[in-house]
């Protein structure tokens, strides 16, 4: 059973993955994207490792996909511009896919990534919890590690920020806490009106 | 009566009834709560409301689902078929998806999961893509406006409800919602966590009334703007879906507002002594507190509705990132603070 969901996952997964850089709408790749976290997070799950596999759903399905798409949505890609240098650029492309390839085979084959290196995953039993597992050592061990992360994420938004924030000092903002500040006073005058006697008959 | 039994005892047939029992209820509560919407708005405003179909209107909804239900699906020109009909399914989906592991009492509920708040904050943020491909799969203008508003304004609040939720998973230590309540127990009214919460309390429910596009927040339908958003070329059983999950998560974040701020099935009086004595009904932990603590939020929707005037875009905006997610960080230092000095009687 559990074989099977693992591989049924898995063929999702990539046969997902593989239409993410196939389909030609941008759109219905960032859909596909979305998918491939899907299934990675079902086989994360199958590794008794919910609590990654949840924040892969909230993160990246729920928060990153969802401004990728309000990116993607708002381009207007002409399909048949992006073909037209496929050839010109094909010897290229295939050149990088190879030396890609080989550095990725170099890295995860055989003696640092293949199965016999690693014990099979121990089961747990229904009380264990992964979030206490991973918060004992995130904030001992790797307490440092993981506050240079946060710093580095930090420095990129306030970067990001800086970079596409354009000052423009004519445009007319709304100020909210003058607005919130106002009084009655500020706003609504009381005039006293004196009655006067009219000057011509109602008529003539 | 044996054959009954033992089929009850086969673990899928088990869990189907468990569904249907949560689901029944919850589509009944959905369709009187669109007739109570209308009542209470027209009361609001000084009008009755439905009151034709049956005694006092109370067939109204059954009427509309019909109706609904024998309208054609109009599938406008160019738009994408499949994903047309794939996003009030995600929606709903979603929608019904996230309250397996909502309980009802201590030991109702139908899945106890140890990330079971995690698991409801990862359903709702996926519900936003039911939303994104209506609008982008009707090949529509105002469809198309609707989604881009939505993405953004669910993003920003996402952000202030789960801060907002980090403060509670702090003081109770524990992401199960069973663990939640009973850590606030003990003490009547005042072990709930919306005292020493407050902001985040308020925040929360804020952030859930714009998570489900509700007025003031919703510029995602904003019928005077962009006719009626992203829905505005879906019609009959399609519209009635997304109408559906729409109220399904109104009730969901109402409730776990009760379940997370207000003690979910425990007794405001539990401490006090006089009713307490003899397990009365008034002092003792029962669904029906749940219950009446979900209906008050569930109301606060719809006077929020005949009440606030629609947010402007900018404000939404400035209002979740501005206000919201500067109080929640603060207040989450704040919990900090009252964990290590062990305020009574919620940190001990």
């Known amino acids: 059973m559990e074989t099977f969901v693992f591989y049924l996952f898995s063929a999702f997964m990539v046969m997902s993955a593989l239409m993410v850089i196939t389909v030609h709408n941008p759109v219905r790749a960032a859909f596909f994207l979305v998918l491939t976290f899907f299934s990675s997070a079902a086989v994360w799950l199958l590794l008794e490792a919910e609590f990654l596999a949840v924040i892969l759903i909230i993160v990246y399905v729920g928060a990153v996909m969802v401004l990728f798409l309000f990116v993607v949505m708002m381009l207007d890609i002409n399909i048949a511009e992006l073909k037209r240098g496929f050839v010109k650029n094909l010897p290229l492309a295939v050149i990088v896919a190879i030396a890609m390839f080989t550095m990725i085979y170099f890295v995860v084959s055989g003696e640092h990534f293949s199965v016999e290196h690693f014990a099979p995953p121990a089961r747990h039993t229904a009380d264990y919890s992964n979030i206490s597992e991973l918060g004992q050592v995130l904030y001992t061990e790797y307490v440092f590690a993981f506050e240079i992360a946060a710093v580095i994420l930090l420095v990129g938004i306030v970067a990001a920020i800086s970079l596409t924030l354009r000052r423009r000092p004519n445009t007319r903002h709304q100020k909210i806490e003058d607005q919130v500040a106002v009084k009655s006073e500020d706003r609504l005058r009381v005039v006293k009106v004196e009655p006067r006697q009219r000057k011509y008959e109602v008529g003539k | ?348």
């Open chain 2, 1 to 348: 009566m044996d054959l009954i039994l033992s089929i009850y005892e086969i673990p899928v047939i088990n869990i189907l009834l468990k569904i249907i029992v949560i689901l029944v209820p919850l589509l009944l509560t959905v369709a009187y709560f669109t007739y109570i919407e209308r009542k209470v708005i027209g009361y609001m405003q000084a009008r009755i409301g439905p009151n034709r179909v049956g005694p006092r209107g109370w067939l109204q909804p059954i009427a509309d689902a019909m109706k609904l239900m024998f309208k054609e699906i109009i599938f406008p020109t160019n738009a994408n078929k499949v994903l047309f009909i794939v996003a009030p399914t995600i929606a709903i989906s979603t929608a019904l998806a996230a309250w397996a592991v909502v309980p009802f009492g201590a030991e109702l509920v139908l899945a106890d999961l140890n990330i079971a708040l995690l698991y409801i904050l990862a359903m709702t943020s996926i519900g936003v893509y039911g939303v994104i491909l209506a609008g982008w799969s009707s090949n529509s203008k105002y469809a198309m406006m609707s989604t881009l508003r939505t993405a953004a304004q669910v993003v920003s609040y996402e952000i202030a409800m789960g801060f907002a939720l980090v403060g509670v998973v702090m003081a109770s230590r524990s992401l199960n919602i069973g663990e939640i309540v009973a850590g606030q127990g003990g003490t009547g009214i005042w072990g709930w966590y919306m005292w020493p919460l407050l902001p985040l309390f308020v925040i929360y429910f804020v952030s859930g009334v714009a998570e489900t596009n509700r007025a003031p927040f919703d510029v995602a339908e904003g019928e005077s703007e962009i006719v009626a958003g992203f829905h505005v070329e879906y019609s009959g059983i399609l519209f009635a879906i997304f109408f559906l999950a729409e109220y399904a998560n109104m009730i969901l974040i109402s409730i776990m507002a009760a379940l997370l701020f207000m003690g979910g099935w425990l007794s405001p009086f539990e401490s006090v002594e006089f009713l307490s004595l003899g397990s009365s009904f008034l002092a003792g932990s029962s669904i029906v507190w749940l219950l009446a603590k979900t209906a008050i939020f569930m109301f606060l929707f719809l006077w929020f509705r005949a009440t606030f005037p629609r947010y402007r875009y900018d404000q939404i905006m400035r209002l979740g990132w501005k206000v919201f997610i500067p109080i929640t960080i603060v207040w989450i230092y704040v919990v900090g603070i009252m964990y290590y000095a062990k305020v009574a009687p919620w940190f001990v």
